[in-house]
């Protein structure tokens, strides 16, 4: 069975999407090459890392990371897991500032981690992308952007296109001078030749997208 590694050639994914599209190209000139990820060569636990994504949710960064180290205290761990998860109660968590709908994610993602449905890192060295998000968008409070995002930042993968993300529909809107940000399917076909690095290409539409809002109207 194949396994995929984490990361991959930024060098090559630069120069392969200057060569399929001159627009976005102009914009990666102006920008630069973007590093690669510090976090693709470092080991974490999915569950974890999920149970993360569930706490920060709608809340600013600070206050998430608040809630969060008040959970760590709370059951004696800087790993969230069932395991440890198992040591606190709802009361306790709400104590902690955790939400009831979060709560219960919380619970839905530690009792399928007890099952084994979510699959850890060697596991997921082996699988296609589109297998992990359909493993674990079923947890409660888990959406494919949330997957995408781990796909992306920890596991490197090159060739995902977060399509409902509106960064990067507002990226594609400035480097294409539209009228009107692109609908996901529209970004699907036009993400197509940035394949095999549609990672790369997404991290460039973020900045652009960023450096488009920055941008006084009188200057655009």
């Not at 599209?21 to 974890?48: I, N, Q």
Request: proline share 6%; with cysteine.
């Amino acid at each position: 069975m194949p396994r995929h590694a984490r990361g991959f050639d930024v060098e090559a994914a630069w120069d392969h999407l200057l060569r399929r599209d001159r627009r976005l190209g102009a914009w990666m000139m102006r920008l630069g090459p973007l590093p690669a990820e510090p976090r693709w060569r470092k080991s974490f636990d999915p569950v974890d890392a999920l149970a993360r994504a569930i706490l920060f949710q709608q809340l600013s960064g600070k206050a998430a990371a608040t809630i969060v180290g008040r959970v760590e205290a709370a059951i004696g761990s800087t790993r969230l897991h069932h395991d440890t998860l198992g040591r606190i109660d709802d009361a306790a968590l709400r104590a902690c500032g955790v939400s009831g709908n979060k709560a219960l994610a919380l619970r839905d993602l530690a009792a399928r981690a007890a099952h084994g449905e979510i699959p850890d890192l060697r596991r997921m060295s082996t699988m296609h992308q589109d297998a992990i998000v359909a493993a674990l968008v079923p947890v409660r409070g888990i959406g494919r952007w949330t997957v995408e995002m781990m796909l992306m930042f920890r596991l490197g993968r090159p060739d995902v296109l977060p399509v409902d993300d509106l960064g990067i529909r507002k990226g594609v809107q400035k480097v294409d001078r539209l009228e009107a940000m692109p609908t996901p399917k529209e970004l699907l076909a036009r993400g197509e030749k940035w394949g095999p690095y549609r990672t790369y290409a997404s991290l460039y539409l973020w900045r652009i997208a960023d450096a488009a809002a920055a941008t006084p109207r009188s200057q655009a």
